[in-house]
């Protein structure tokens, strides 16, 4: 089946940074997901990619689909407390979703 | 709107107990059904998934099973639970596409 690499692992961050996040595929990739996970719930979806070369904001985040298709990055800017949790890529394979592994986000207030 | 409901949210059951966790989707007809296990809070392994009623595949040889007796229930199930068991559950919906969770259940085996 696929495979999503995804990275950094974790990250910590003084509030207000910039944040940045990438997810890889050696396969092509239709569909890009981005969801956040808070501490104890289950995760939930961020922003959704359809398009290659497309460019998605929702607040302060923006999501690129990557134009080989096999790449995805999200940035979350000027961040706040409330953005940690664990960020993970994903995308269809079949009847099936594939995940990254997850980006850890920290924040220093 | 779509709604998912996924219980308990916490259980604490003994080695060698029976398990059975229970998931609904409202708002939508023959969703894709899905079941992860994510431990130490990182990544999430896929389990099970079902296309339709009956449907079930399996992704990883493990000692749980799982059933979709109705079209928007999933259950899933464990004769004899082990220590390896123990995690966070999640149960996921897609029609197809963006899938969406529910709010998980923290088994701890004992």
């Known amino acids: 089946g696929q495979q999503l690499n995804q990275s950094p692992q974790s990250m910590f961050i003084q509030e207000g940074e910039d944040v940045s996040m990438n997810c890889t595929s050696s396969?092509?990739?239709?569909?890009w997901l981005w969801y956040k996970q808070d501490p104890g719930e289950g995760p939930v979806l961020l922003i959704a990619l359809y398009k290659a070369g497309e460019l998605t904001s929702n607040g302060r985040l923006t999501a690129q689909f990557g134009i080989t298709r096999k790449d995805s990055f999200l940035n979350i800017s000027a961040s706040i407390p409330s953005d940690v949790g664990i960020y993970f890529c994903a995308g269809p394979d079949g009847n099936k979703l594939v995940f990254g592994a997850g980006t850890i986000l920290r924040v220093k207030s | 709107s779509q709604t998912i409901h996924q219980w308990p949210a916490t259980l604490v059951q003994p080695v060698g107990s029976p398990l059975s966790l229970e998931c609904t989707v409202e708002?939508?007809?023959?969703?894709?059904l899905y079941w992860y296990r994510q431990a130490a809070g990182r990544g999430l392994q896929l389990l099970f998934y079902s296309v339709g009623i009956g449907q079930i595949s399996s992704e990883v040889p493990q000692n749980l099973s799982a059933s979709r007796p109705q079209d928007r229930q999933f259950i899933l199930s464990s004769k004899k639970l082990l220590l390896s068991d123990s995690g966070f559950y999640l149960c996921?919906?897609?029609?197809?596409?963006?899938?969406?969770f529910g709010q998980g259940t923290r088994l701890t085996v004992v």
């Open positions: 708002g939508t007809s023959n969703p894709n």
């Open positions: 396969s092509i990739f239709n569909t």
């Open positions: 996921a919906w897609s029609n197809p596409g963006e899938a969406f």
